[in-house]
């Protein structure tokens, strides 16, 4: 990517979600989302080879099906209703349009399958932007129709995303793959509190892209993209040895660990509202999900001694960049539980 190009491309990334994110008329926030996509995808292609303009594609031909089913219901809604405004989205049809095309651009099952190999695809920067901040405009955009939505049809897409995310996790060795598959299990979480209470989602969100960053700006310092590296981490920066695991577990949602944190929230808040299988499904099949992050750091981190011939010569003493937010980001993504009962009283 030219660097002179590069202002231009964040700047309109960033106009493009502000826009859908603040705007409450129908026409400007899908303008919002058309511009966040058309200038992400130079983002995508950052390193031009084979593997990321193939991600690009994919990418380019999924949000464009989604932007296009999104307008189809808009038009729909506005010849029912005569009006542009998202609040009042009363009718069911285009309600259940724009929850199939916001689940295609959040990568919800089953409209997830792109997100694996879009990420596998892009440099660990891009697909950092790719899991977290590209979750925003659609989000915002669910947040405002909440009360509209169909509760018992988000509900399926999200159990469908939690098994298709701690699924697909299963005997994966690329670490920007199991990102993807985390993100989608994830979304399920967030989707499925939204109809009872969507703050819930906004907190879930912030704590999802707090560990979602903490990890790529680890594996990025480290420049691990398979378990493989992952394991020779202690020959490389020793100090990142506790703190990799500690990330993917908290990735995971294991007590006491940040992580944990949305899930015991949103199973409280299923809880109140009398609704007791549908959480206890959620969190066993996200047991699945902890179970393959506690084999791969048991695999890579535990069993692997320092000194084993396969990494005695990974010794390096290269210079790093300095990362001056990465403290206070594995602090958040250990450490913030304790404060649990504030932020909860908050919300």
């Given at each position: 990517?030219?660097?002179?190009?590069?202002?231009?491309?964040?700047?309109?990334?960033?106009?493009?979600?502000?826009?859908?994110?603040?705007?409450?008329?129908?026409?400007?926030?899908?303008?919002?989302?058309?511009?966040?996509?058309?200038?992400?995808?130079?983002?995508?292609?950052?390193?031009?080879?084979?593997?990321?303009?193939?991600?690009?594609?994919?990418?380019?031909?999924?949000?464009?099906?989604?932007?296009?089913?999104?307008?189809?219901?808009?038009?729909?809604?506005?010849?029912?209703?005569?009006?542009?405004?998202?609040?009042?989205?009363?009718?069911?049809?285009?309600?259940?349009?724009?929850?199939?095309?916001?689940?295609?651009?959040?990568?919800?099952?089953?409209?997830?399958?792109?997100?694996?190999?879009?990420?596998?695809?892009?440099?660990?920067?891009?697909?950092?932007?790719?899991?977290?901040?590209?979750?925003?405009?659609?989000?915002?955009i669910m947040y405002q129709i909440s009360p509209s939505l169909n509760v018992s049809l988000l509900l399926s897409l999200s159990i469908l995303s939690i098994m298709g995310g701690s699924g697909g996790e299963m005997n994966q060795t690329q670490l920007r793959t199991i990102l993807a598959y985390s993100s989608i299990t994830h979304m399920g979480w967030m989707m499925a509190v939204l109809p009872y209470n969507p703050n819930m989602t906004i907190l879930n969100l912030t704590i999802y892209i707090i560990l979602t960053t903490t990890a790529f700006l680890l594996l990025n310092l480290n420049s691990s993209t398979t378990t493989l590296l992952l394991s020779r981490t202690w020959n490389k920066?020793?100090?990142?040895?506790?703190?990799?695991?500690?990330?993917?577990?908290?990735?995971?949602?294991?007590?006491?660990?940040?992580?944990?944190?949305?899930?015991?929230?949103?199973?409280?808040?299923?809880?109140?509202?009398?609704?007791?299988?549908?959480?206890?499904?959620?969190?066993?099949?996200?047991?699945?999900?902890?179970?393959?992050?506690?084999?791969?750091?048991?695999?890579?981190?535990?069993?692997?001694?320092?000194?084993?011939?396969?990494?005695?010569?990974?010794?390096?003493?290269?210079?790093?960049?300095?990362?001056?937010?990465?403290?206070?980001?594995?602090?958040?993504?250990?450490?913030?539980?304790?404060?649990?009962?504030?932020?909860?009283?908050?919300?």
């Amino acid at each position: 990517m030219n660097p002179l190009a590069q202002p231009v491309i964040y700047s309109t990334i960033f106009a493009g979600t502000l826009i859908t994110a603040l705007s409450s008329h129908w026409f400007f926030t899908w303008v919002g989302l058309e511009m966040n996509m058309l200038a992400f995808i130079p983002v995508l292609t950052k390193k031009m080879n084979p593997r990321s303009t193939e991600a690009a594609i994919k990418y380019f031909l999924t949000q464009a099906t989604a932007s296009m089913i999104l307008l189809m219901a808009i038009l729909f809604n506005n010849m029912l209703s005569g009006q542009w405004t998202m609040t009042n989205t009363t009718n069911q049809y285009s309600s259940l349009m724009i929850m199939m095309a916001m689940a295609m651009k959040l990568g919800m099952a089953p409209f997830h399958f792109w997100v694996p190999e879009v990420t596998q695809g892009t440099p660990l920067t891009s697909g950092l932007l790719l899991l977290t901040w590209q979750k925003l405009a659609p989000i915002s955009i669910m947040y405002q129709i909440s009360p509209s939505l169909n509760v018992s049809l988000l509900l399926s897409l999200s159990i469908l995303s939690i098994m298709g995310g701690s699924g697909g996790e299963m005997n994966q060795t690329q670490l920007r793959t199991i990102l993807a598959y985390s993100s989608i299990t994830h979304m399920g979480w967030m989707m499925a509190v939204l109809p009872y209470n969507p703050n819930m989602t906004i907190l879930n969100l912030t704590i999802y892209i707090i560990l979602t960053t903490t990890a790529f700006l680890l594996l990025n310092l480290n420049s691990s993209t398979t378990t493989l590296l992952l394991s020779r981490t202690w020959n490389k920066l020793t100090c990142l040895t506790p703190l990799i695991p500690s990330t993917l577990l908290s990735l995971g949602g294991l007590p006491p660990l940040t992580g944990f944190l949305p899930k015991w929230a949103i199973i409280e808040e299923f809880t109140k509202n009398n609704s007791l299988i549908i959480p206890t499904i959620m969190a066993t099949i996200t047991l699945l999900n902890l179970y393959f992050y506690l084999r791969l750091i048991y695999s890579t981190s535990i069993t692997l001694l320092p000194m084993s011939n396969n990494v005695k010569m990974k010794w390096q003493f290269e210079h790093t960049k300095p990362t001056p937010f990465l403290p206070t980001l594995i602090a958040l993504t250990t450490l913030l539980l304790p404060i649990s009962p504030f932020m909860l009283m908050i919300l």
